[in-house]
């Protein structure tokens, strides 16, 4: 085994042991093609669509003698290299990448990503619109054509143009391309696909009614490129769009954290409804809670209140009576509770919890007195029983 041999299995067993797998060689997708070029004419190959997620690909061009044929394929070559970046490593790898037999007859070529551009080679020889030329006169040439290459600016588009530098003679020209796949480009989230989701997510329901709201815009346009592929994404129905949006919506205010936040903007949207649509904003909120579990105590409360409001008492004390459960210190719950028995006639138990908070504050700013009485001016405007509000105002006062 010569030296040659060795160094190049040393650099192929090196890459396959330490580098990462983001991708795989498309076999399946892979081109090979054979034409037979006059001499001193040009001819274009239009390569097969390279697929979504094409960050990387390897071309092999073999200019071969009248009757000879390739030893090996470029998919067989490249099934020993695990990604891309092994074969650049050194001299090595460009050779093994060549064919191991070529003719004395030689050509120039030219890679373009547009099919005008490739027309105008073929009828004038013009190359200025090359994403890539190889000028000078080759029998054989390989090369890795990487993400930066403009090559890769209109996927799935690549065109081959070849001229004959023979003078006389006809010469046979193989065409082999294989591409690189990038498992994460290959779920086909671009900038600009994102921003679709982008768009989606600031017209939600959510995203309209958080004030604050970039780390959830951030986690949907996440949860939604990890859960969907694009064309996945595309095919989706109006109704399935729509449950989608919604679900994710709320699995990214939990996972951004701006759960709290969004509760907060959502109770003050509950409360302005309340004042012309009671029933409208009962309904949501008992969605909120019974559906999208979303509500915490705060939520619970003021359905109860909502409740209360309404009139629906033995409603409003299940979900005071929950929240309470849920936040034991909270005393403004104790307040709502308070309000639940003395329209229900039980006033003695309405004076103990009076008597027991009367000293002590609701927030910073207001007292449980100032509450109280607010509550009360608030509940003879919708037209609950006022008989024994005398009774608790004596305490307090």
Same mark, same amino acid.
């Given at each position: 085994?010569?030296?040659?041999?060795?160094?190049?299995?040393?650099?192929?067993?090196?890459?396959?042991?330490?580098?990462?797998?983001?991708?795989?060689?498309?076999?399946?997708?892979?081109?090979?093609?054979?034409?037979? @070029?006059?001499?001193?004419?040009?001819?274009?190959?239009?390569?097969?669509?390279?697929?979504?997620?094409?960050?990387?690909?390897?071309?092999?061009?073999?200019? $071969?003698?009248?009757?000879?044929?390739?030893?090996?394929?470029?998919?067989?070559?490249?099934?020993?290299?695990?990604?891309?970046?092994?074969?650049?490593? &050194?001299?090595?790898?460009?050779?093994?990448?060549?064919?191991?037999?070529? &003719?004395?007859?030689?050509?120039?070529?030219? $890679?373009?990503?547009?099919?005008?551009?490739?027309? @105008?080679?073929?009828?004038?020889?013009?190359?200025?619109?090359?994403?890539?030329?190889?000028?000078?006169?080759?029998?054989?040439?390989?090369?890795?054509?990487?993400?930066?290459?403009?090559?890769?600016?209109?996927?799935?588009?690549?065109?081959? &143009?070849?001229?004959?530098?023979?003078?006389?003679?006809?010469?046979?020209?193989?065409?082999?391309?294989?591409?690189?796949?990038?498992?994460?480009?290959?779920?086909?989230?671009?900038?600009?696909?994102?921003?679709?989701?982008?768009?989606?997510?600031?017209?939600?329901?959510? &995203?309209?009614?958080?004030?604050?709201?970039?780390?959830?815009?951030?986690?949907?346009?996440?949860?939604?490129?990890?859960?969907?592929?694009?064309?996945?994404?595309?095919?989706? $129905?109006?109704?399935?769009?729509?449950?989608?949006?919604?679900?994710?919506?709320?699995?990214?205010?939990?996972?951004?954290?701006?759960? *709290?936040?969004?509760?907060?903007?959502?109770?003050?949207?509950?409360?302005?409804?309340?004042?012309?649509?009671?029933?409208?904003?009962?309904?949501?909120?008992?969605?909120?809670?019974?559906?999208?579990?979303?509500?915490?105590? *705060?939520?619970?409360?003021? @359905?109860?209140?909502?409740? @209360?409001?309404?009139?629906?008492?033995?409603?409003?004390?299940?979900?005071? $009576?929950?929240?309470?459960?849920?936040?034991? *210190?909270?005393?403004?719950?104790?307040?709502?509770?308070?309000?639940?028995?003395?329209?229900?006639?039980?006033?003695?138990?309405?004076?103990?919890?009076?008597?027991?908070?009367?000293?002590?504050?609701?927030?910073?700013?207001?007292?449980?007195?100032?509450?109280?009485?607010?509550?009360?001016?608030?509940?003879?405007?919708?037209?609950?029983?006022?008989?024994?509000? *005398?009774?608790?105002?004596?305490?307090?006062?």
């Amino acid at each position: 085994m010569n030296k040659l041999l060795y160094l190049v299995l040393a650099i192929l067993i090196s890459v396959s042991s330490f580098s990462q797998k983001d991708g795989f060689w498309d076999k399946e997708r892979s081109t090979t093609k054979e034409i037979s @070029l006059s001499a001193g004419k040009r001819a274009i190959i239009k390569a097969e669509d390279l697929p979504i997620g094409t960050t990387e690909f390897v071309y092999r061009i073999t200019v $071969l003698d009248e009757n000879q044929k390739l030893t090996s394929s470029l998919v067989s070559v490249l099934k020993a290299i695990p990604d891309p970046t092994g074969i650049s490593q &050194g001299t090595a790898g460009a050779i093994h990448l060549t064919s191991a037999i070529s &003719g004395d007859d030689k050509c120039t070529f030219a $890679l373009f990503q547009e099919q005008n551009s490739a027309n @105008l080679f073929l009828k004038e020889g013009k190359t200025d619109r090359a994403c890539w030329e190889q000028k000078e006169k080759v029998n054989k040439d390989a090369k890795l054509i990487s993400s930066s290459s403009l090559c890769l600016t209109n996927l799935p588009n690549l065109w081959f &143009g070849f001229e004959s530098q023979n003078w006389v003679m006809n010469q046979k020209i193989v065409l082999e391309v294989v591409p690189w796949v990038d498992y994460k480009a290959s779920r086909g989230w671009t900038k600009e696909t994102k921003n679709e989701v982008l768009v989606l997510a600031e017209k939600s329901d959510v &995203g309209k009614l958080l004030n604050y709201k970039a780390a959830f815009l951030a986690t949907f346009i996440d949860l939604v490129t990890t859960k969907y592929k694009y064309s996945e994404f595309k095919q989706l $129905l109006p109704v399935e769009k729509t449950k989608m949006i919604a679900s994710i919506s709320d699995e990214s205010l939990l996972k951004s954290g701006k759960i *709290n936040d969004y509760l907060q903007d959502y109770n003050v949207h509950i409360r302005r409804l309340s004042l012309t649509k009671p029933e409208e904003a009962i309904k949501q909120l008992h969605y909120l809670i019974t559906e999208r579990k979303l509500g915490k105590e *705060n939520e619970f409360d003021l @359905l109860g209140s909502l409740y @209360l409001r309404t009139k629906q008492y033995q409603k409003a004390e299940d979900y005071i $009576l929950k929240a309470i459960s849920m936040n034991k *210190n909270e005393i403004k719950f104790q307040l709502h509770l308070a309000h639940v028995y003395l329209v229900t006639d039980r006033v003695s138990e309405a004076k103990d919890i009076h008597k027991k908070y009367k000293d002590q504050n609701i927030d910073v700013n207001t007292s449980w007195v100032k509450a109280t009485k607010q509550d009360f001016d608030n509940m003879k405007q919708v037209g609950l029983p006022t008989d024994n509000f *005398n009774k608790i105002m004596r305490i307090l006062e």
